[in-house]
């Protein structure tokens, strides 16, 4: 029989996310409130944080954006967080990733507020999604699973492969995984050799940044491909996998653009909904 690949519309999950939050804040007696970091002239930063800021303002969200030049000093940040971290309207604190050598990731995103840490990236709560307890998830990772969700496919006793083994997207997602109870794989730069674990994969999750990484030859049929990759080939935006020929094994397979991309923006305004939610003195 020949097989029928379903394709993950992530835009449209989103879409339908962003709605329902658009309405759940336009019954809110508060607004939840964000404030986005951006610093220095990356042109990728600049292209997410527009995305981030544009849905922002669409499900309305007060927004508050704070740019500054690649030689900030890292302390003007800190006072900035600190600042952040005690107004009220505030409830959610973004600073876009990377940042420039001079200052320590670590540093910045440990100052953040834990409860208005909506990229999920304070060791608080890396560590409450380590022990099964998620508070404020990762935004990619989030929408990763959010997507996974949609297949209706168990993942209880799964086999899956996280490729790529960053704070931001593999190991998050590994965990949320692990949690779900998959058995979960996680291979980085050093692996020897990625097809012997791709190809018994049931759900492979690329987030590498190579076009072309994930051949059909190293993916068994009825898999579910989830690609968080973003490149730039010419003019097109392409992920890293082998869409056009993976995509006639696969079951399920996200495109790039309008899979993941759009469910991380859509997951970040909804940790800043959770965020106000939970935060200090809220009431309904
Ligand atoms: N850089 C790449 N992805 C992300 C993300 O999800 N959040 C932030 N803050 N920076 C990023």
């Known amino acids: 029989?020949?097989?029928v690949t379903k394709i993950l519309n992530g835009s449209g999950i989103a879409?339908?996310?962003?709605?329902?939050?658009?309405?759940?804040?336009?019954?809110?007696?508060?607004?939840?409130?964000?404030a986005v970091i951006l610093v220095g002239h990356d042109p990728a930063s600049r292209m997410y944080i527009d995305f981030k800021k544009q849905a922002s303002q669409e499900v309305g969200l007060y927004l508050e954006t704070y740019e500054f030049e690649e030689d900030v000093k890292q302390k003007t940040l800190v006072k900035l967080?600190?600042?952040?971290?005690?107004?009220?309207?505030?409830?959610?604190?973004l600073v876009q990733l990377p940042l420039p050598e001079h200052i320590e990731d670590i540093d910045i995103l440990q100052r953040i507020d834990p409860a208005k840490d909506v990229d999920g990236f304070h060791p608080t709560n890396v560590g409450l999604l380590a022990v099964g307890y998620p508070a404020l998830t990762p935004a990619t990772p989030k929408g990763i699973m959010r997507l996974i969700a949609s297949t209706g496919v168990d993942l209880r006793g799964k086999d899956a492969v996280v490729i790529g083994a960053s704070n931001i997207v593999g190991k998050p997602t590994a965990q949320l995984l692990l949690n779900e109870r998959a058995t979960v794989t996680i291979a980085n730069s050093l692996?020897?050799?990625?097809?012997?674990?791709?190809?018994?994969?049931?759900?492979?999750?690329?987030?590498?940044?190579k076009p072309n990484l994930i051949t059909a030859d190293m993916v068994k049929e009825g898999v579910i491909v989830i690609d968080a990759g973003i490149n730039k080939v010419g003019d097109r935006v392409v992920g890293d996998v082998d869409y056009e020929n993976v995509s006639k094994l696969a079951a399920f397979i996200t495109p790039v653009p309008g899979g993941v991309g759009p469910m991380t923006v859509a997951m970040l305004l909804e940790n800043t909904w959770e965020a106000m939610r939970h935060s200090k003195g809220h009431q309904e």
Do not use: C, F, W, Y
């Open 191 to 209: 692996t020897r050799d990625l097809r012997v674990h791709t190809r018994k994969a049931d759900v492979i999750v690329v987030a590498v940044g």
């Open 81 to 93: 967080i600190d600042k952040l971290n005690k107004n009220r309207k505030i409830h959610g604190i």
């Open 1 to 3: 029989m020949e097989n």
């Open 15 to 34: 879409q339908d996310i962003r709605m329902e939050l658009r309405a759940k804040i336009a019954d809110s007696r508060t607004k939840p409130g964000l």
